[in-house]
């Protein structure tokens, strides 16, 4: 059984920073897209970025330039650094890891972020 877990979520003031990270069991993460989505209450799960095994990345409009995702397959981690955080960014962070030519996938458990105005 494949577990994800997130951490480095928690309460900030807007304008600072916080570093979520996402650890996986076992090497799931070499050839296979890792991404982050949020949801806040009341609203559907988004996609806040995403990077392939290749290392290309994508982010949503509202956190480009604020939010870098990286990834490390070697130790099977994914981070998401978030800058310049704003209060409308308060939401539970997810990381999924989607295996490349299947429809299986992999969620997290989710941490939450709040940002204070």
């Known amino acids: 059984q494949v577990q994800l877990a997130e951490s480095g979520g928690g309460l900030v003031q807007a304008g600072g920073s916080l570093r979520l990270s996402c650890a996986a069991s076992r090497n799931i993460f070499s050839g296979n897209a890792v991404g982050w989505y949020r949801q806040a209450p009341g609203k559907q799960r988004e996609l806040v970025a995403s990077i392939t095994s290749g290392g290309t990345t994508n982010y949503a409009d509202s956190v480009k330039g604020r939010f870098t995702i990286s990834r490390d397959n070697a130790k099977s981690t994914a981070t998401l650094q978030m800058n310049s955080l704003k209060p409308e960014d308060t939401a539970v962070y997810y990381c999924?890891?989607?295996?490349?030519?299947?429809?299986?996938?992999?969620w997290g458990q989710g941490t939450q972020v709040t940002v204070s105005s």
């Open positions: 999924k890891v989607q295996v490349r030519y299947s429809a299986t996938m992999y």
